[in-house]
């Protein structure tokens, strides 16, 4: 309240522009700007071959472990993309964040699970980073259940006009900044990047749109590997970002920044260094 929320700090060095654009545009889905992502993959095959000679079979290094590591470097050197709007007002958010999904088992029906996890690019290796999340997707294909699960199901005990008039409690606290930081870390759309990684599944990627609830200002979409006419392999990612966080120049920076680090892999290893001038 008053300039004060539990995860993030009020961004006060803007323009009057970039201050207003909240106002002009209140959802995010009215502010969204779209961008598709041809990604080279070779060198990232023949990186990811190599360490993981040294890694136990069942917890390979893979493509979308280098795609949440890029992630990561980016949300920490471009700080523009970590921010959100709430109250009409632009937040920085503390912490790097990201949430991405997967099937509890992989055959076609299984019911999906989100991940949600805070990274720390700036002081854990790739193969600690890699760690950490097949910890936190053993938990959840093992079926323990998230605060954030367990949440919704206390809720949807309730009939339906009272589940909205929760939900519409949570929103006004929300709004205020009022709601605890620890259910805000709970809950997988309170995040920096929400990514699916459909290549998992040999789709295509596509758009996808922005949740109203929460702060995700930015969705990523991993396609399937494919092969060029050349036979080298690449894959596509799409994005949708919330321009009022930052101009499309800037947020094509950021993305092009993730490219070359997949395709650049090595530079993935060690923590990233603020710093350094990518």
């Known amino acids: 309240m008053f300039g004060k929320r539990p995860d993030a700090t009020l961004v006060r060095d803007l323009s ?4 207003f654009m909240p106002y002009v545009s209140p959802r995010r889905n009215d502010s969204l700007f779209y961008m598709k992502q041809e990604i080279g993959a070779d060198a990232a095959y023949e990186f990811i071959a190599k360490l993981n000679q040294d890694r136990p079979r069942n917890r390979p290094i893979t493509l979308f472990h280098l795609l949440l590591r890029a992630m990561s470097f980016a949300l920490l050197h471009r700080p523009g993309v970590n921010r959100f709007v709430k109250a009409g ?3 920085q958010r503390d912490g790097v964040w990201i949430t991405f999904s997967a099937k509890r088992k992989l055959v076609d029906g299984a019911p ?3 991940i949600k996890r805070r990274f720390y690019p700036e002081r854990e290796t790739l193969a600690e980073m890699t ?3 097949y910890e936190q997707l053993k938990a ?3 079926g323990k259940k998230t605060a954030s699960e367990k949440e919704m199901g206390w809720l949807l005990r309730l009939p339906g006009p009272l589940i909205r008039l929760a939900l519409a409690i949570f929103r006004l606290g929300d709004h205020l900044g009022l709601v605890p930081r620890k259910m805000i870390d709970a809950d997988p759309l309170y995040t920096s990047i929400f990514v699916a990684n459909l290549g998992s599944i040999n789709y ?3 758009f996808h749109h922005l949740w109203e609830w929460g702060t995700a200002s930015l969705f990523g979409v991993m396609g399937k590997t494919e092969r060029d006419e050349d036979g080298s392999r690449k ?3 799409a994005w ?3 321009e009022r966080m930052e101009d499309g120049l800037y947020s094509y920076h950021t993305l092009e920044m993730i490219r070359h680090w997949i395709e650049n892999p090595e530079t993935l290893v060690d923590p990233a260094n603020p710093a350094e001038d990518h």
């Open 16 to 19: 009057a522009m970039h201050r």
């Open 89 to 91: 007002k632009i937040w």
């Open 112 to 114: 999906m699970i989100t």
């Open 131 to 133: 760690d950490a999340t």
């Open 140 to 142: 959840g294909r093992a």
């Open 204 to 206: 295509p990627a596509g």
């Open 235 to 237: 894959f596509i990612m």
């Open 240 to 242: 949708t970002y919330d």
